[in-house]
């Protein structure tokens, strides 16, 4: 079991160029979760997607960022025209499909993240 | 408006005594409660959770406890070692699928 996979692990970009950060799943996970870390700070939520569909976008900036989890493939967020303030760890998590009672059953599991750093 | 936040930022221990790490929530709605632990440069990790029906839970070598009355949850870590060092966070989840509320974090400073 490979864990949650984050690539690539340290981005950098010039100011006004595009990012792309990949996350894929633990096996049999379906939700995918964005959130973004400042330096000395905790995490803030971005994003909650399923396979194709969007649950919770409530985090994202109304501009420049979007992100997608296709049928097939890996969850991925996007930063256009990135600004200096966009320098952050950005962290992928997932779960198993249900939320249940059981403890335990509610547990993210994070991948490693991605280092962006806009210059 | 909703929070999770942290009482203290850094907590300095000695190897061998234990930890008490501290987190105050404001949403009383909250219902499933986790600990996660962060090192440098690495993704968060589970450490324990705990249900809101619950008032305490116990792992190795950590407990977790949940005050509902004040809305205050501890982890507390017996016997720190060296590996202990890191930054702890608590979150909280409102039964919205599995999205967390983070705090802002406590760095723990394990001195031999």
């Known amino acids: 079991n490979a864990g949650v996979m984050q690539n690539p692990r340290h981005l950098v970009r010039r100011r006004g160029q595009e990012a792309r950060l990949r996350c894929s799943p633990m096996?049999?996970?379906?939700?995918v979760y964005w959130y973004r870390q400042l330096p000395e700070e905790g995490l803030k939520f971005m994003v909650y997607?399923?396979?194709?569909?969007?649950?919770?976008e409530s985090g994202m900036p109304k501009e420049r960022f979007s992100a997608e989890f296709p049928k097939e493939g890996p969850s991925i967020l996007r930063i256009q025209q990135v600004v200096r303030g966009d320098s952050a760890a950005y962290f992928c998590a997932s779960s198993p499909p249900a939320a249940g009672t059981r403890p335990g059953a509610n547990v993210l599991t994070f991948g490693a993240g991605s280092r962006l750093t806009v210059l | 408006g909703e929070s999770v936040g942290l009482h203290l930022p850094t907590l300095s221990v000695q190897e061998g005594d234990n930890s008490i790490i501290n987190c105050a929530y404001s949403?009383?709605?909250?219902?499933?409660f986790i600990w996660y632990k962060q090192e440098s440069g690495k993704g968060p990790q589970f450490i324990i959770d705990i249900r809101s029906n619950m008032d305490k839970r116990q792992g190795q070598r950590v407990t977790v406890l949940l005050n509902k009355t004040v809305k205050h949850l501890s982890l507390q870590i017996a016997a720190t070692q060296p590996g202990d060092s890191a930054v702890y966070f608590c979150a909280e989840n409102k039964g919205a699928g599995n999205k967390l509320t983070f705090g802002g974090g406590t760095r723990v400073l394990v001195k031999p």
């Open positions: 949403n009383s709605a909250s219902d499933y």
């Open positions: 096996k049999g996970h379906s939700h």
């Open positions: 997607l399923q396979k194709e569909n969007i649950i919770d």
